[in-house]
């Protein structure tokens, strides 16, 4: 498939004078904390350099302060002095050495500014951050908004191609647009008009300072999904005033942080949000970008050609495949690495201070560090065991051009990841499994499906790299070989059906996940999904949010854990509140504390607080976590004499450590290992 949309050039602001893209696909801004010190901006013109490589029509930088109240944190990126917009130059001069085009985004955290100077438009603390605002004074608007105009204005000589303006996301400017966050009296809140009035005077005075050329995209707030937001009409007014004003290009934000709705993360279905933007383009005459969980061109192609958007902005899908543009370009989507959504090497790692990386790719913002140089020796490598270590394991060492055998006991490639991809809302994870299952091909990898190797089959390679993966823990419970009792990986893949009542032992990520597809009802469409989250008609109720309808779950499940903390406390950043209400609003019954006794006819038996139970349940589902399979390394090991073959054996993923076994540690460590061969 071709993508004629997706792919054509398109000139923001005048014809003859504008930015002109080679195509549609805008990387969407995203912080990776490379944004914030000096000594990281070589790593960051080298990310961004590689996506530029990689075809992006232009990126957006993470956001920059446009003064000190406006960081995210504690110095934070901003762009406040001619030095620093000096030194920028040495990513935007990486970027246009590719022939790509590149935006700076300013941005202003308001409330959400992780520190005590924060200030917002009043004083209401957010709910996701500990420091109370203090609120501007009418002079202190009036200056910020000259701050925005200037950092606009030192954007362009950092020789940044465009700007973006975020106005959305629940950033400052959207705390001005709301009534939920602005209850001013002065000339900046106090009715809906009032309230636009500083967004519009930011635009109006970068435009004012900048000229008429330099193509300035708005982030606007099409669905706040926070009580008093904004209504449908407000947002469409605020979007005239904003093009009478200047902008160019109005991009599009759904939700705040601060949201109760998920908007981007795995459970949310692809495309989720595409009908806001086509209500937006169709009231507006600038090109208008579609945002937010668009992860594949075909997706990106679907938009454009349905003339619902005239750009596309993906920013996790470019972590996750800097190649992504050219791959679709040259007719070969089928082996762009799929961002999964699952957030949990990128926001979850931003959200704890850490440096964004990509589960599915952790080559991303470590392209200077982690890289697979062409191998200068012509050696042979084993990788035993297909689950996602063992994939990235192979796939990454025949692209360094080992001559690579992977081997897979079972019939099909992906140990955990095919149970995990069987979870409602994971359904993307097969993606990955797609990606290297067409790599592999591609690479010329011999796969041999079927295969238990024996140390004797390993012998005559140069490295071998166990990738043996895990088992389900089978804990010691009277009456565990209890036809009742079956593994997660059992009712995952189908095999055991289980019946009405279910009681689930393990609360980890699994344990959440089992109970999720055990209550799910795979009938639910988008608008199902929209109304259990209580997405409603902006025209109706302000800000999108209406009363949420209740599930009807398929089972009756209760799940159970030994240690006392919430259940699901261990789960990601930025997802797991949502998998915790999603239990909620399942009827999931979450027992803590509990002490296993016994599995019968009559059921589980249980001892919580004191007293003993019985859980009368159909099926009782093990999700007690894992334990490592290694035996062919030990045999291999055994094998050992200096002179023997293989030469180095090498041990990773879940069959090294399965405690906590996750797939982004897996991915990464069989990246690691093959780069370092
Ligand atoms: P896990 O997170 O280690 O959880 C295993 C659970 O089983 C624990 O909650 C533990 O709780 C319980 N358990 C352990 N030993 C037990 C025993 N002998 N008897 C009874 N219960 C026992 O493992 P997991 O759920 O299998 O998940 C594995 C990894 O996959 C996770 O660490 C995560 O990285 C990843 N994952 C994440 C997600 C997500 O974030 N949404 C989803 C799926 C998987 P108690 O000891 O308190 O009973
Ligand atoms: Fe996408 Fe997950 Fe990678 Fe983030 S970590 S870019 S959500 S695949």
Known sequence: MTYPHLL????????????RLRNRVVMGSMHTGLEDSVRDLPA???????????????????????????WLKPFASELTTRLQAMRHREVTGAVHAEGGAIALQVLHAGRYGYHPLSVSA??????????????????????????????????????????????????????????????????????????????VEVVRRARDLVGGDLPIVYRISLLDLVEGGQTWDEVVELAHRLEEVGVTVLNTGIGWHEARVPTIITQVPPGAWRSATARLKSEVSVPVCASNRINTPELAESILAAGEADLVS?????????????????????????????????????FQNRKASCLVNPRACRETTLVLFPTRRAGTVAVVGAGPAGLAAAVSAAERGFAVTLFEKSDALGGQFRLAMRVPGKEDFAETLRYYARRLEVLGVDVRLGVEATPADLAAYDDVIVATGVV?????????????????????????????????????????????????????????????????DPSLHPGGLTERKPRTPVREVTLLQRKTTPIGAGLGKTSGWAHRAVLRQSGVVQLNGVTYE???????????????????????VLCAGQESVRCVYDQVL????????????????????????????????????AAAL
């Not at 190649?323 to 007719?331: R, T």
């Open 472 to 536: 389900g823990r089978v804990p010691e419970l009277e009456g565990v070989d209890h036809d009742k009792v079956v593994s997660y990986a059992d009712v995952l893949s189908g095999a055991v059906v289980p019946g009405r009542r279910v009681a689930v032992v393990g609360a980890g990520g699994i344990g959440v996940d089992v109970s999720h597809f055990l209550t799910h009802d795979p009938a639910d469409t988008l608008d199902d999904w929209m109304a259990h989250w209580g997405v409603g």
């Open 122 to 199: 009043s004083r209401q603390k957010s709910p996701i951050t500990p420091f109370r605002p203090s609120a501007l004074s009418t002079r202190g608007v009036d200056r910020t908004a000259t701050d925005f105009a200037h950092a606009v204005a030192l954007a362009v000589k950092a020789e940044y191609d465009a700007v973006e303006i975020m106005g959305s996301e629940g950033y400052l400017i959207n705390q001005f647009l709301a009534a939920r966050t602005n209850d001013r009296t002065d000339a900046w809140g106090g009715t809906a008009e009032k309230r636009m009035r500083f967004p």
């Open 44 to 70: 960051l013109a080298a990310y961004f350099a590689e996506r530029a490589r990689g075809g992006v029509g232009l990126i957006v930088t993470g956001g920059y302060a446009p003064n000190k109240r406006g």
């Open 638 to 673: 055994v094998l050992g004499s200096p002179d023997a073959t293989p030469r180095r054996a090498h041990l990773i993923g879940g069959a090294d450590v399965a405690a906590e076994l996750d797939a982004k540690r897996a991915i990464e460590q069989g990246t690691r290992v």
């Open 598 to 620: 016994r599995v019968d006819d009559d059921g589980l038996h249980i001892t919580v607080d004191g007293e003993s139970r019985v859980l009368d349940v159909d099926h009782v």
């Open 314 to 350: 993906m920013a996790r899908p470019l972590l996750a495949d800097p190649d992504f543009v050219v791959k679709a370009a040259a007719g070969r989507a089928d082996e762009i690495n799929t961002c999964i959504a699952c957030n949990q090497a990128c926001l979850d790692h931003v």
């Open 8 to 19: 054509s050039p398109i000139t923001l602001g005048d014809p003859s004078t504008g930015l």
